[in-house]
């Protein structure tokens, strides 16, 4: 027999000898111990394993990628693993059942996890499961409120709970179980039940907040340091904002190879020249890389963390310190602020921890489609915020007229429209001159089909340049929305070359083939919509064709709602039906 090869055998739990080899038994610390320091006569070993995980765990030390054996396992025989696994002092195999586990959990929403685990809820309402999962990542065991947790008749009484592994799991091993998991992931298992929510915060606070050989911080107010680069990497960087706000002894923000001082950034004067090219430039950012520690050049991410979390004043305008410190505003006009790509990356920082936002304008700020990607990311769960102005800008220069969009064009249209998929909130939006495109259009329009609370859109383009829809073609994705959608009460098309025509600002030039496919789309969708009140085609050179297949559609649904018809700037004629129409 080659050497490493010559057998050793283990007694499983329940008594039964599982057979491994010399070699792959070394590899676990613990079997090698017994061998090297404690060999027995008879050249058994006793471990409190049972035979089939022992006969797994063998395969799994073996093996320098993960067997694709664990595929086949169940949750909880994986948690039985890395229990076995910790046992052994078995990296390899250790590393094989996270990564298992890590696989099945992460990405995960809480509800999909409560059924996956098996668990059960026991928040009792609603309002304590929503609690769970609002609550920043680094919240340490115990800080809700007994408002949250209960009600004034006090918590209601725990289930019992399936065990994790089908036995009594170490509360140990069950947080080394979840050490590949990712931050987005353990933040949805707070929303569980309480003895996840528990499990979830432990291991959290391990990994953001523990200090080089101390234990994980239990109390806000041990926090003295943060990773905030896994917080942005797991897309929330708001915590910075919340981590400034809520952790009285924070000292340091962490990232791979930089320390940031919070005091030291409170101190900077971070106000920049209106005509600085930089968002964090000159000065500013001098002062700011003084506060910073580490070799080489700091992230930007980094850079707009620190100043999220502990930032005084105003950035070109955003008032950091009051987006952070106040949470009681209610409505924000940032408008025409040359904010720029890097501030719309700031205030995803800042406006998810403003939780009485109701009313937010950034318009004509050339977000950029990155700023605006970071913006609506972070709006995704924000169900407070009612209104967003994301409109951009239009400029005429003599016989021209040119749309700057705010949002970055087709790009950040599609950005605003992930968003609108998913958001619950949001009852008005305005997206005018935004250069959205046939493509931004549609992925806009088809987030509509599905989106049940936006009432009021802000369509309009610049009826002397370019059209913000993607004029004829763009106006069939926004026909077939409004054929299906029975919330939206509002919607401004102004300005979008409807029927192909452009005239010049001077009303003298005009170009292009009129055709009438854009506006029988929207005509025969209003013959079946019975939810729109107000409805804006001004400037669209629509003619008295356009107008009577318009006003002819309105006339013949008997269902319609609509009360407000805007139709100037549209070369009408002077017939009888187009005078009747001219205004509703």
């Given at each position: ?360 304008s950034l318009a004509k700020n050339k977000l950029g489609e990155e700023g605006t990607k970071f913006l609506c990311d972070a709006l995704v769960g924000n169900n407070i915020l009612k209104e967003l102005d994301l409109s951009g800008d239009s400029f005429i220069f003599g016989f021209s007229s040119n749309i700057y969009s705010n949002i970055g064009g087709t790009a950040g249209a599609k950005h605003v429209a992930n968003m609108l998929l998913v958001n ?161």
């Amino acid at each position: 027999m080659t050497e490493g090869q010559e057998r050793v055998r283990l007694r499983a739990r329940e008594g039964e000898a599982v057979e491994w080899t010399r070699r792959v038994a070394q590899r676990a610390g613990t079997l090698k111990d017994m061998m090297d320091d404690a060999p027995t006569e008879d050249g058994v070993y006793p471990v409190p394993i049972a035979a089939a995980e022992l006969a797994v765990l063998r395969e799994m030390c073996e093996a320098d990628s993960m067997p694709a054996r664990l595929e086949q396992c169940s949750i909880s025989e994986l948690f039985r693993l890395v229990e076995g696994a910790s046992f052994l002092d078995a990296p390899g195999a250790l590393n094989h059942a996270q990564c298992a586990l890590a696989t099945r959990l992460n990405g995960k929403r809480a509800d999909e996890l409560r059924e996956l685990l098996g668990a059960m809820d026991d928040f009792g309402s609603a309002e304590n499961r929503v609690a769970a999962l609002a609550e920043p990542a680094f919240s340490p065991g115990g800080q809700l409120s007994v408002a949250t947790v209960g009600s004034a008749a006090g918590p209601p009484a725990l289930q019992p709970q399936p065990s994790l592994s089908g036995m009594a799991a170490t509360e140990d091993a069950k947080e080394v179980a979840l050490g590949m998991v990712d931050v987005g992931t353990l933040a949805e298992l707070k929303g569980v039940n309480r003895s996840w929510l528990a499990l979830a915060r432990r291991v959290l606070c391990f990994r953001l907040g523990r200090c080089e050989g101390q234990p994980a911080p239990t109390e806000l107010a041990e926090i003295t340091d943060l990773n905030i680069k896994v917080l942005v990497d797991a897309g929330r960087p708001w915590e910075a904002a919340a981590a400034g706000r809520m952790l009285p002894s924070l000292a340091r923000l962490r990232w791979e190879g930089f320390t940031v001082s919070v005091a030291a950034v409170r101190e900077v004067d971070l106000e920049t020249p209106s005509l600085e090219r930089e968002f964090l430039g000159g000065r500013a950012k001098a002062a700011l890389l003084s506060c910073i520690e580490g070799s080489g050049e700091p992230p930007l991410e980094l850079l707009l963390a620190a100043v999220a979390c502990a930032g005084s004043g105003e950035v070109r305008g955003i008032p950091v310190q009051m987006m952070r410190e106040h949470d009681s505003v209610s409505e924000l006009d940032l408008r025409q602020r040359n904010i720029g790509v890097q501030g719309g990356m700031l205030l995803a920082h800042l406006v998810p921890v403003m939780g009485a936002l109701t009313k937010l304008s950034l318009a004509k700020n050339k977000l950029g489609e990155e700023g605006t990607k970071f913006l609506c990311d972070a709006l995704v769960g924000n169900n407070i915020l009612k209104e967003l102005d994301l409109s951009g800008d239009s400029f005429i220069f003599g016989f021209s007229s040119n749309i700057y969009s705010n949002i970055g064009g087709t790009a950040g249209a599609k950005h605003v429209a992930n968003m609108l998929l998913v958001n619950g909130g949001l009852t008005k939006v305005s997206l005018a001159k935004n250069e959205l495109g046939e493509e931004g259009t549609k992925a806009i329009c088809e987030a509509l089909e599905q989106n049940k609370t936006l009432k009021e859109l802000d369509f309009s383009g610049n009826m002397f340049g370019k059209s913000n829809i993607g004029g004829k073609a763009g106006v069939n994705h926004v026909a077939k929305m409004l054929g299906v959608n029975s919330v939206l009460t509002s919607i401004d098309l102004s300005g979008n070359k409807l029927c192909g025509i452009l005239i010049d600002p001077n009303g003298i030039n005009q170009q292009g083939t009129y055709t009438a496919e854009g506006i029988t789309a929207i005509a025969d969708a209003l013959r079946v919509n019975g939810a729109l009140t107000k409805l804006s085609i001004y400037g669209n050179h629509i003619g008295d064709e356009g107008v009577r297949a318009i006003c002819e559609a309105i006339q013949s649904n008997k269902e319609t709602k609509l009360a407000s018809l805007e139709l100037g700037f549209n070369n009408i004629g002077q017939n009888p039906l187009s005078k009747l129409f001219r205004t509703w």
